[in-house]
């Protein structure tokens, strides 16, 4: 009986650390605030992806990435 409520008291720490560290306000980094997109493709050798890209870099310029 005592173990649960051992473990029940540590799942209950755990969350609410976990809703703090979730809650905290966001800093902003070095770079101004400017939001940062990372994708990832297997190779830009091919005509399509190279295509694929362009447009994707020009549409996420357009939106201010």
């Not at 173990?3 to 902003?28: E, Q």
Request: with cysteine; hydrophobic share 45%; aromatic share 8%.
């Amino acid at each position: 009986m005592k173990i649960k409520k051992v473990l029940w008291t540590i799942m209950t720490m755990v969350m609410i650390a976990s809703l703090v560290v979730a809650c905290a306000p966001k800093t902003t980094g070095t770079d101004g605030g400017k939001i940062k997109v990372g994708l990832s493709f297997s190779d830009f050798a091919t005509e399509r992806w190279k295509n694929e890209e362009i447009l994707m870099r020009g549409l996420l310029e357009d939106l201010g990435y």
